[in-house]
């Protein structure tokens, strides 16, 4: 496994990221738009049994095909994934924001500790900052570096239009991850997957397609699920998931989005944003 833990000349790189490289070069994920992942994977064979960090050059060629803005340097931790913390897999399923600590003596890795939003503040003073900035960062302390991962936010918007637009360019600027589903079978396939740190927004006006996806994003992990429409599109979305023994709606935002006076498609994509950040603060969003 391998991730950026500093970066000189490209600020841009998604800290996200990560690379998994299998015993027979093969690779899931990339860094760097895949200008460090050839890099990485001929190091792979040399880090030993518990990891090192490595320092890697971007040439001018490299940057771009990758889309960078100019050549620069990183430096990667790459550590067997053996050596990683077991439970760490879990909560990377589960998309939980995890701290890594990794101990250092040189280059060579001595462990890694994990940390949660449990156990966070014994992992010191600059790991429980990074956590509280609620995205991925890394920063090296005495000898050890602090590597926090935070899962990007995922958008499913079910239904186009002008408000579904709006939503997809909005949720860019927050960083956020948006798909738009059409039909019922990719929302309830895209629906599935998400996480508390998550959100769904209906915005289709046909029942037959909100009201199975109002149903699959309730029996989802999703932390916000919006519905758009009058307050008789509702009830009829409301009707059909009583008709299908669905009643407990508490989870469902509708019509979605904060009272903010909202009146344009980018306005409403805004109202709804906002009441998705702040369902998922715990905020009243007043």
Known sequence: ??????????????????????PGGGRIGSLASGALDGQLSD???????????????????????????????????????????GDLWEKLIAREPVCLVTRLEGDEVLDTALFDAATISAAGET??????????AAAFVADAVVSVFWSVPQLVVVGGGPVGEALVKAAGLLGWQTQIANDVATAAGLIAG????????????DVDVAGPALAAALDSDAGYIGALGARRMQQARADWLAYR?????????????LAIGADTPAEIALSILAEAVAVRSGSGGR
């Open 1 to 22: 496994m391998a991730w950026i833990v500093e970066t000189h000349g490209c600020d841009e790189l998604d800290r996200s990221d990560a690379v998994a490289i299998t």
């Open 43 to 85: 190091r792979a064979g040399t880090v030993g049994d518990r990891g090192r960090l490595v320092d890697l050059h971007i040439s001018e060629v490299d940057a771009l095909i990758a889309g960078l803005s100019q050549p620069c340097d990183a430096r990667c931790l790459l550590v067997p994934a053996a050596a990683l913390p």
């Open 127 to 136: 790991a429980a900052q990074l956590f509280a900035g609620r995205t991925s």
């Open 194 to 205: 998400l996480a508390g740190s998550d959100s769904v927004v209906v915005a289709a006006h």
């Open 245 to 257: 023994d669905i009643t407990d709606l508490g989870r469902i935002h509708g019509p979605a989005g």
